[in-house]
């Protein structure tokens, strides 16, 4: 699993693991834990930079029915993963 840091808007530094990513409408988005441990917490974060950054900036998805559409998707991602 991908580790990767973001920084906060008070400049520390969180680090997440990458759960899985998707684009939808042109914007990536990653679900993200702060454990890779059974009782980590999950947040979808969703790409808000031009297309011409060097660089991506992550927000996470505030909006109630945005979140719960990117989750339902980032739901039937996982379920779809077979693991043996």
């Given at each position: 699993m991908e580790k990767v840091?973001?920084?906060?808007?008070?400049?520390?530094?969180?680090?997440?693991f990458v759960e899985e990513q998707t684009r939808v409408n042109?914007?990536?988005?990653?679900?993200?834990?702060?454990?890779?441990?059974?009782?980590a917490n999950a947040y979808i974060m969703k790409d808000v930079?031009?297309?011409t950054?060097?660089?991506?900036?992550?927000?996470?998805?505030?909006?109630?029915?945005?979140?719960?559409a990117i989750a339902g998707i980032f739901a039937q991602m996982l379920d779809e993963v077979d693991l043996h």
């Open positions: 840091k973001f920084v906060s808007e008070d400049g520390s530094e969180i680090e997440f042109g914007i990536d988005y990653l679900l993200v834990s702060d454990s890779d441990e059974d009782e930079s031009p297309s950054a060097p660089e991506a900036e992550y927000v996470m998805v505030e909006d109630e029915i945005e979140f719960d």
